[in-house]
């Protein structure tokens, strides 16, 4: 069964440093998601991605964060300068045709720890 | 702005027993609604979908219901089984916003 699959599974950075989160979405979907959960809270949506443009994003998707799909199957996440507070668990999920419409379909994760 | 709860924050229940899981939402125009499980350290898996024109939504042991007009979807699971312990969380999607979360209730099944 195809699945959403997300590298690295941990990264450890240092405050100020930029780091990339990567994900690989299922081959024919077209939407693309990330969210984010900090240790014992919500699931928060950050951004959603279409046709190489972002549909949707939240406040927390500040100029600090971008989003990019640079060869046709990675979808990628940047944090240019992380903060403390951008230590979470980051989630990527994609879905079929039509923007949440249809059921999306979530990475393992990759958890973040900024020092 | 839309709101998400659930209750109850956590339920222990025995093996077999039939439960009911509760999700609310303040904002009755939805676009849809998922129910997810997330396994301690895991992702989220999709369990159920139901779409705004929709009132329940089936598959094997679960089923999944949505009163819009009271702001209200539960979430059925039949003769639960000790696999079945896990976080289920709800997302509500509407028009023109983004995807909401709840925060979750965690589910433990004893043997």
């Known amino acids: 069964e195809p699945e959403v699959t997300q590298t690295p599974s941990h990264q450890v950075t240092q405050m100020g440093q930029e780091v990339i989160l990567r994900c690989v979405p299922i081959s024919n979907h077209l939407y693309f998601y990330w969210y984010r959960q900090i240790l014992g809270q919500k699931v928060e949506f950050l951004v959603s991605?279409?046709?190489?443009?972002?549909?949707?994003k939240s406040e927390i998707f500040d100029d600090q964060f971008s989003v990019e799909r640079p060869d046709g199957s990675n979808f990628t996440l940047k944090i240019r300068s992380t903060k403390l507070e951008d230590s979470a668990m980051y989630f990527c999920?994609?879905?079929?045709?039509?923007?949440?419409?249809?059921?999306?379909?979530f990475g393992p994760g990759t958890r973040l720890l900024v020092l | 702005k839309q709101e998400v709860t659930q209750i109850p924050a956590a339920l222990s229940v025995p093996e077999g027993e039939n439960l009911v899981l509760n999700c609310s939402f303040t904002?009755?125009?939805?676009?849809?609604l998922q129910w997810f499980r997330q396994d301690p350290g895991k992702g989220l898996t999709s369990l159920l979908l139901i779409q705004s024109s929709q009132r329940e939504q089936t598959s094997g042991r679960l089923n999944a219901s949505l009163d819009k007009s009271s702001g209200r979807s539960t979430l059925y699971i039949a003769a639960s089984q000790p696999g079945d312990s896990a976080t289920y969380l709800c997302?509500?999607?509407?028009?023109?916003?983004?995807?909401?979360f709840g925060p979750g209730t965690r589910l433990s099944v004893l043997p």
């Open positions: 991605f279409y046709n190489n443009e972002i549909s949707e």
């Open positions: 904002d009755s125009a939805i676009y849809n």
């Open positions: 997302a509500v999607k509407n028009y023109g916003q983004n995807f909401v």
């Open positions: 999920a994609s879905s079929g045709n039509t923007l949440y419409q249809e059921t999306q379909y």
